[in-house]
């Protein structure tokens, strides 16, 4: 066995934590630690808050009238790939939880970037299972939204997001928690030897902790745990999608209620013992000194005590590396089909039969972006054999059948507009299949393909889940459209004060009415009800029905959405625009899901027909 490499040794790796930048930027929502420094300069302190195994108190922020308590302790100290274990009774003092926590080991996605910070780009805290709430003053019975951050299932932390403007937006009606889960090979690293002696999907293990947490102790904050809405995006959304899956989704509401996953990522998803996670993890143990030059797992159980003892350094500088290795655009170390907490892939048991497609929960929203896929696709691709490459590197088990059924799909014709760029309109030609402002011709079909299979179609098939599979359930589908809506853009204006004019293309209308139907949803579990809430926005006369479901009589029209055109029963999909021109308008239209950008929903059928050459 070769020793674990010295700290000197790790040292001289360098890392990055420039992918992103690299890439097309997107709207920035206003700096968090702003308002940090304006909890710290509160005139007051928060209530003392007593979870019995430690007392905690924050501060109280003005500006919203609301109560910040900052890195509150869920779990103990994790063991490395082990269940989480409840926090140790310390009541020695009252903590002071006024800063972020500490965030988890970070690990970025490939390509590794030619300059790098170590201590920037990655290093973290194994012990990073904390969590922040925010609750309105004087909170009684509030509904619960409980956020999981996205990043890929490698990076990420609770401290950027505060949904406070949000809950103004919606009279502060609800209190907010925001957690942190192990990330990374800490968090997802799987193999039949992980399996063996502890558990794969450990950061979806603490997802679920924080949730039971949320189950036992919200209610000491002035929330109602029976009036949970879990959320996330990217890697966020997908993992709204697993916890809606969870133990074959027959946890019914005894963790949740209502759902919201935007753009829920779903990049593979194989078996824990499948020849692709056992190879990160043998890559990992390599890095980490683990395994002998021979590269030989002979004595599985020594390489696994390896790991557990490694020093912190080692380990964070392994997943990295290894991550920095996989395939482009993509991280190593992502959730696995268990078998336990995971059972199915999502196609499996979100497009079952009515007996098969059980989810956790009652209603959910689902949302895409207009550009998901062009952070994570090379844009170089500029012929058919180009695209094919890219199409078989990432899914190496698509058959000669199934890549003829995707060019028939997705095959640029040879009239296809290709200059000038713009975004389409979903409703006429051309469609997103080969233009948008950002690319065109065979790169646009590359970028849209992967949007489509990685993004749009989970959402789709959640939305499913909870209505055409399940009547008693309701979901509703949206896409935000606005220009440069590439992924993660719809996060802006969720976080933003729609009071301030600034140059950014979104008008306050827009955002108080995208807040609007986050916040309804939250709220009452229907994204167009007025009752009690406030209505944000001008209402128009289409309605934003549920997916799937007939319309009701006495509906009411969903804020902010304008005229659109004739649509047919069944698959609603709210489209979330605005104007051209300056200054830019709120232009909401409902549309037929299914034909939207040229028959999305064929083509998502397509990729529920191959999902066991694409997501093993």
């Given at each position: 066995?070769?020793?674990?490499?010295?700290?000197?040794?790790?040292?001289?790796?360098?890392?990055?934590?420039?992918?992103a930048?690299?890439?097309?930027?997107?709207?920035?929502?206003?700096?968090?630690s702003?308002?940090?420094?304006?909890?710290?300069?509160?005139?007051?302190?928060?209530?003392?808050?007593?979870?019995?195994?430690?007392?905690?108190?924050?501060?109280?922020?003005?500006?919203?009238?609301?109560?910040?308590?900052?890195?509150?302790?869920?779990?103990?100290?994790?063991?490395?790939?082990?269940?989480?274990?409840?926090?140790?009774?310390?009541?020695?003092?009252?903590?002071?939880?006024?800063?972020?926590?500490?965030?988890?080991?970070?690990?970025?996605?490939?390509?590794?970037?030619?300059?790098?910070?170590?201590?920037?780009?990655?290093?973290?805290n194994?012990?990073?299972?904390?969590?922040?709430?925010?609750?309105p003053?004087?909170?009684?019975?509030?509904?619960?939204?409980?956020?999981?951050?996205?990043?890929?299932?490698?990076?990420?932390?609770?401290?950027?997001?505060?949904?406070?403007?949000?809950?103004?937006?919606?009279?502060?009606?609800?209190?907010?928690?925001?957690?942190?889960?192990?990330?990374?090979?800490?968090?997802?690293?799987?193999?039949?030897?992980?399996?063996?002696?502890?558990?794969?999907?450990?950061?979806?293990y603490?997802?679920?902790?924080?949730?039971?947490?949320?189950?036992?102790?919200?209610?000491?904050?002035?929330?109602?745990?029976?009036?949970?809405t879990?959320?996330?995006?990217?890697?966020?959304?997908?993992?709204?999608?697993?916890?809606?899956?969870?133990?074959?989704?027959?946890?019914?509401?005894?963790l949740?209620?209502?759902?919201?996953?935007?753009?829920?990522?779903?990049?593979?998803?194989?078996?824990?013992?499948?020849?692709?996670?056992?190879?990160?993890?043998?890559?990992?143990?390599?890095?980490?000194?683990?395994?002998?030059?021979?590269?030989?797992?002979?004595?599985?159980?020594?390489?696994?005590?390896?790991?557990?003892?490694?020093?912190?350094?080692?380990?964070?500088?392994?997943?990295s590396?290894?991550?920095?290795?996989?395939?482009?655009?993509?991280?190593?170390?992502?959730?696995?089909?268990?078998?336990?907490?995971?059972?199915?892939?999502?196609?499996?048991?979100?497009?079952?039969?009515?007996?098969?497609?059980?989810?956790?929960?009652?209603?959910?929203?689902t949302?895409?972006?207009?550009?998901?896929?062009?952070?994570?696709?090379?844009?170089?691709?500029?012929?058919?054999?180009?695209?094919?490459?890219?199409?078989?590197?990432?899914?190496?088990?698509?058959?000669?059948?199934?890549?003829?059924?995707?060019?028939?799909?997705?095959?640029?014709?040879?009239?296809?507009?290709?200059?000038?760029?713009?975004?389409?309109?979903?409703?006429?030609?051309?469609?997103?299949?080969?233009?948008?402002?950002?690319?065109?011709?065979?790169?646009?079909?590359a970028?849209?393909?992967?949007?489509?299979?990685?993004?749009?179609?989970?959402?789709?098939?959640?939305?499913?889940?909870?209505?055409?599979r399940?009547?008693?359930?309701?979901?509703?589908?949206?896409?935000?459209?606005?220009?440069?809506?590439?992924?993660g853009?719809?996060?802006?204006?969720l976080?933003?004060?729609?009071?301030?004019?600034?140059?950014?293309?979104q008008?306050?209308?827009?955002?108080?009415?995208?807040?609007?139907?986050?916040?309804?949803?939250?709220?009452?579990?229907?994204?167009t009800?007025?009752?009690?809430?406030?209505?944000?926005?001008?209402?128009?006369?289409?309605?934003?029905?549920s997916w799937?479901?007939?319309?009701?009589?006495?509906?009411?029209?969903?804020?902010?959405?304008?005229?659109?055109?004739?649509?047919?029963?069944g698959?609603?999909l709210?489209?979330?625009?605005?104007?051209?021109?300056?200054?830019?308008?709120?232009?909401?239209?409902?549309?037929?899901?299914?034909?939207?950008?040229?028959?999305?929903?064929?083509?998502?059928?397509?990729?529920?027909?191959?999902?066991?050459?694409?997501?093993?």
């Open positions: 066995m070769a020793t674990v490499m010295s700290v000197k040794r790790l040292l001289a790796f360098f890392f990055a934590s420039a992918f930048a690299a890439l097309p930027t997107t709207p920035e929502p206003p700096a968090l702003d308002r940090l420094s304006n909890e710290l300069g509160a005139a007051a302190d928060a209530p003392v808050i007593d979870l019995d195994y430690a007392q905690y108190q924050g501060v109280h922020n003005t500006e919203f009238n609301t109560n910040v308590y900052r890195g509150i302790r869920f779990a103990a100290r994790p063991k490395r790939w082990q269940l989480p274990e409840a926090p140790k009774t310390d009541r020695s003092a009252i903590i002071a939880a006024t800063s972020n926590p500490p965030r988890c080991p970070q690990s970025n996605p490939a390509p590794r970037p030619a300059t790098v910070d170590f201590n920037s780009s990655i290093l973290g194994e012990d990073c299972l904390f969590l922040n709430v925010f609750a003053a004087n909170a009684t019975k509030l509904p619960v939204l409980f956020w999981i951050h996205g990043g890929g299932y490698g990076a990420g932390s609770a401290s950027s997001f505060d949904f406070s403007f949000m809950d103004q937006t919606v009279g502060n009606g609800f209190i907010s928690v925001v957690i942190q889960y192990r990330l990374g090979a800490f968090g997802f690293l799987s193999s039949a030897d992980v399996a063996k002696h502890g558990t794969a999907n450990a950061g979806l603490d997802m679920r902790f924080a949730l039971q947490w949320v189950q036992k102790y919200i209610d000491r904050f002035g929330g109602d745990p029976n009036q949970v879990i959320a996330g995006e990217s890697a966020g959304g997908g993992s709204v999608m697993l916890m809606a899956m969870a133990n074959g989704g027959n946890d019914g509401t005894s949740f209620r209502r759902a919201i996953a935007s753009s829920p990522y779903l990049p593979t998803q194989p078996d824990f013992n499948d020849p692709l996670p056992t190879d990160y993890y043998l890559q990992f143990a390599k890095a980490a000194g683990c395994v002998d030059t021979t590269g030989s797992l002979s004595d599985n159980d020594l390489v696994f005590k390896c790991l557990q003892s490694a020093d912190t350094l080692v380990l964070q500088n392994a997943s590396s290894v991550s920095y290795g996989a395939r482009y655009g993509q991280w190593a170390f992502i959730p696995v089909t268990d078998g336990q907490l995971i059972q199915q892939r999502p196609t499996q048991q979100l497009l079952g039969d009515s007996s098969s497609s059980k989810v956790n929960g009652e209603r959910i929203i949302g895409n972006n207009a550009n998901e896929g062009t952070y994570f696709i090379p844009q170089n691709i500029t012929t058919e054999s180009s695209f094919l490459s890219v199409l078989t590197l990432n899914y190496p088990s698509l058959t000669p059948s199934s890549l003829a059924k995707i060019l028939t799909l997705y095959s640029i014709p040879t009239n296809a507009t290709l200059s000038p760029k713009f975004d389409t309109n979903g409703l006429t030609p051309p469609y997103a299949t080969e233009v948008s402002a950002y690319a065109s011709g065979w790169q646009q079909a970028n849209n393909l992967y949007a489509e299979t990685t993004f749009v179609c989970p959402a789709y098939w959640l939305a499913d889940a909870y209505s055409t399940n009547k008693n359930k309701k979901a509703w589908r949206y896409q935000f459209s606005i220009p440069n809506a590439f992924h853009a719809d996060m802006s204006p976080l933003s004060d729609p009071t301030i004019p600034t140059a950014r293309i008008d306050p209308a827009f955002i108080r009415g995208f807040q609007g139907v986050w916040g309804r949803f939250i709220l009452t579990g229907d994204p009800a007025t009752t009690g809430v406030d209505a944000v926005g001008a209402a128009g006369s289409k309605r934003w029905r799937g479901g007939e319309m009701e009589d006495g509906a009411v029209p969903v804020a902010a959405v304008g005229e659109g055109g004739s649509i047919r029963w698959h609603d709210l489209n979330l625009n605005v104007t051209s021109g300056a200054p830019s308008k709120a232009d909401w239209t409902v549309v037929d899901g299914d034909k939207w950008e040229g028959g999305r929903g064929e083509r998502c059928a397509l990729w529920a027909e191959l999902a066991g050459e694409i997501l093993e």
